[in-house]
């Protein structure tokens, strides 16, 4: 079995795949309150011990999520004595982007309190304040269905029906290079 764990983009989600990569059952949360709780009893629903690889999006996104999701890997990974594949979310959604030749589409993130983030013209991560990013992008379309819903109100946005996003996290996932643990990147301290 395989599984995949997303607690950086809302909305959150784990799946597990068989060996061909065939899903077998898939959980989403929407709210960060008790998602890992739910998700870490998603994951009791099936036999650990036959997880061959694990793998998830190691940020950016809340503190407490990331967090989470280190533990839950890292838990995995450690009993199972696995490898880990891990990415980051703005590298996940380009290639998603890249796959339907959608390669002009911006994306916004979200951040901690009420910051997000944007890619600069090099394609770095900013990290901006909502209110002065609603002003700098006000002309701008966004891709923002990735935002909690109070923050996509800001934005114009692109309307981009995006499917089976477990399933495309697995495929990119598995195409990098496996780590011994999974390291969130939190990208600004959380204090």
Do not use: H
Not at 87 to 115: E, T, W
Not at 147 to 164: C, D, G, Y
Not at 172 to 177: A, D, G, K, N
């Amino acid at each position: 079995m395989k599984f995949v764990l997303n607690l950086s983009l809302t909305p959150f989600f784990a799946a597990v795949f068989d060996e061909e990569n065939i899903l077998i059952e898939k959980i989403f949360c929407r709210e960060l309150k008790n998602s890992s709780a739910k998700i870490w009893n998603f994951l009791q629903k099936f036999e650990i011990k036959k997880i061959a690889a694990a793998g998830g999006i190691c940020g950016p996104g809340g503190f407490s999520s990331l967090r989470a999701a280190a533990t839950i890997l890292n838990s995995i990974a450690f009993s199972q004595k696995i490898s880990l594949f891990s990415m980051r979310a703005d590298f996940f959604l380009k290639k998603i982007l890249q796959q339907k030749n959608l390669k002009n589409v911006d994306f916004l993130l979200n951040s901690f309190s009420n910051n997000i983030f944007f890619r600069d013209k090099n394609e770095n991560l900013q990290q901006i304040s909502v209110e002065i990013a609603a002003e700098k992008f006000r002309d701008q379309k966004f891709l923002v269905d990735f935002l909690p819903p109070e923050k996509q109100k800001f934005f114009r946005k692109i309307n981009l029906k995006l499917e089976n996003l477990e399933k495309n996290l697995l495929k990119i996932l598995l195409q990098q290079r496996p780590k011994k643990v999974f390291l969130p990147e939190y990208f600004f301290p959380a204090v």
